[in-house]
């Protein structure tokens, strides 16, 4: 009798390792959450619905990257300081400057005094109840070209954090207008 050998499968259960095992590890360690993305940005990225429409609010100045400040009732030291880091971080885009619009929002109880003696002549705009309410913690917020919240930073305590925050906030700001094809 012709006895064939038996075939090993060695052969296909290594293909199957090198092949399924890598795919299984990551959908293991992805599910079970142990990797952190790699994020560049510093800011923090908000929720992908929220524009000027959705706000019911026009908006101030289409086809601009905004940079967005909502002026509280009484400017203290750390309104100051979120004023002056605005001022600053405008001026530091230099080539890009025209491509950015500071807009500081007026609500009906804005000290508007603050703005005087600081010198900042800023656009101002009238803010409606919606925008005002998401940004009652006196957080800077970046507006895409088309009217699309995209990144706020929230509210530091002390010049030297603002300062740091602001170098943040340009950082981001030059990247989002380099990768930028819209404004």
């Not at 142990?34 to 619905?49: E, F, I, R």
């Not at 900042?120 to 917020?141: D, E, M």
């Not at 509210?155 to 989002?176: F, S, W």
Request: hydrophobic fraction near 45%; charge should be positive; charged fraction near 15%.
């Amino acid at each position: 009798m012709n006895s064939q050998p038996k075939k090993s499968n060695n052969t296909l259960i290594l293909l199957l390792v090198v092949f399924v095992l890598p795919v299984a590890a990551a959908k293991l360690v992805l599910s079970l959450e142990l990797y952190q993305g790699g994020a560049t940005n510093k800011g923090a990225l908000m929720s992908s619905n929220i524009n000027y429409s959705t706000l019911a609010m026009p908006n101030p100045k289409p086809h601009t990257w905004q940079m967005l400040y909502l002026l509280p009732e009484i400017c203290e030291q750390s309104c100051q300081d979120r004023l002056y880091v605005l001022h600053q971080s405008y001026i530091a885009l230099g080539k890009d400057r025209d491509r950015v619009s500071p807009i500081i929002l007026i609500g009906s109880n804005s000290d508007i005094n603050s703005l005087k003696k600081m010198d900042i002549s800023f656009l101002q705009v009238p803010v409606n109840k919606a925008l005002a309410a998401l940004l009652t913690q006196q957080q800077l917020v970046i507006v895409d070209p088309l009217g699309s919240l995209i990144m706020q930073y929230n509210d530091v305590t002390g010049r030297d954090a603002n300062i740091a925050q602001g170098k943040a906030m340009i950082a981001d700001l030059r990247k989002m207008l380099k990768l930028s094809r819209v404004g």
